[in-house]
């Protein structure tokens, strides 16, 4: 059964700063690897999707990286900013249809101005 | 939310009560899922849809039926809800041909929260 675990729990970091967060997954055999921003209240949004052939996607000020075979993937955020303070999710995906993601249970982030 | 709208937003029932929470979208994706997500836990699958009359079990279905009888409208319905279906439940989309949102990106609805007394 495919378990995906993201660390830190939480992260607190001030203004500017460069930050990573993990997310890590026990079955190497995945189609793709999505990260997600929550708002408090809101739903998901998706942030950067990496296919099982791709090594790493970029989007502005986030970089995402994927290593299937240890089971790794993570998530840069570059000069952060308040703005970015929300809940960070990631979620593997098995095969081409049906798309059963298996989430983790995400990373909290506060960007202190 | 990119075309997709969930009702009610908010419910508040007592234990044994049915409820159905009504998914729609306007984008014409194949695919369709209800997930709940609960502190802890994380989001977690309950029933998924990849076609009119086609649906199948998540990881969490028990207590929990789905319906999709038009491309555009995904119900979810407790029969009889408890107590531990009290959660924040979210309708998602996707598609493999899809061009807007990008072929297999998941797309959230709001969510809806539920309150089981």
């Known amino acids: 059964k495919q378990e995906v675990t993201q660390i830190p729990a939480a992260l607190s970091v001030p203004e500017g700063e460069n930050l990573v967060l993990n997310c890590s997954f026990t079955d190497s055999a995945i189609y793709n690897l999505q990260w997600f921003r929550q708002d408090p209240g809101k739903g998901l949004t998706s942030l950067l999707l990496?296919?099982?052939?791709?090594r790493e996607q970029t989007s502005g000020r986030l970089n995402a990286s994927l290593d299937k075979s240890s089971g790794r993937s993570t998530l840069y955020i570059a000069a952060s900013q308040p703005g970015d303070s929300a809940t960070y999710l990631c979620?593997?995906?098995?095969?081409?249809?049906?798309?059963?993601?298996?989430f983790g249970a995400g990373t909290i982030l506060r960007v202190k101005s | 939310d990119a075309g997709i709208t969930q009702s009610p937003r908010h419910k508040v029932t007592e234990t044994g009560t049915p409820v159905t929470l009504r998914c729609h979208q306007t984008e014409n994706h194949r695919y369709m899922y209800w997930y709940r997500q609960d502190p802890g836990h994380g989001l977690r699958l309950i029933h998924y849809?990849?076609?009119?009359?086609?649906?199948d079990k998540g990881e969490v279905s028990d207590g929990y039926s789905v319906s999709r009888s038009k491309t555009e409208d995904f119900l979810l319905t407790l029969e009889s809800a408890t107590s531990s279906q009290t959660s924040v439940y979210f309708c998602?989309?996707?598609?493999?041909?899809?061009?807007?949102?990008?072929?297999?990106?998941?797309?959230f609805g709001a969510g809806s929260r539920l309150t089981v007394l």
């Open positions: 849809s990849y076609g009119v009359k086609d649906t």
């Open positions: 990496i296919q099982s052939s791709q």
């Open positions: 979620a593997v995906r098995r095969g081409e249809y049906g798309n059963k993601l298996v």
């Open positions: 998602a989309i996707s598609d493999p041909l899809a061009r807007h949102s990008g072929a297999n990106v998941l797309t």
